[in-house]
Nanobody, 119 residues
């Protein structure tokens, strides 16, 4: 069983920075894709950023230039560095991981961590 444990959420002022971590219970080397999603109040969950095993990254337009996704295989951890935070970034952030299991795609989610950007 794969578990994803998130940390790093909290309250930060606009323009501030925050780094989220997602620690996996085992090796993340075999995850094809890992990513961060977020869900703001009254809105559907949306993709923030993801990183593919080949190191390709993709970001939502709203966070390009401000957020950086990375993975440390030695630490079995996914990160999201968030800079120049805006109130619109306020949401619950979820870690996601996907890997191939025989002919199917397995998907895992973290519990979510609250990020609040406010003065």
């Amino acid at each position: 069983q794969v578990q994803l444990v998130e940390s790093g959420g909290g309250l930060v002022q606009p323009g501030g920075s925050l780094t989220l971590s997602c620690a996996a219970s085992g090796s993340i080397a075999n995850f094809v894709v890992m990513g961060w999603y977020r869900q703001a109040p009254g809105k559907q969950r949306e993709l923030v950023a993801h990183i593919i095993s080949g190191a390709f990254t993709n970001y939502a337009d709203s966070v390009k230039g401000r957020f950086t996704i990375s993975r440390d295989n030695a630490k079995n951890t996914l990160y999201l560095q968030m800079n120049s935070l805006k109130p619109e970034d306020t949401a619950v952030y979820y870690c996601n991981a996907r890997r191939q299991v025989i002919s199917t795609l397995a998907e895992y989610w973290g519990q979510g961590t609250q990020v609040t950007v406010s003065s």
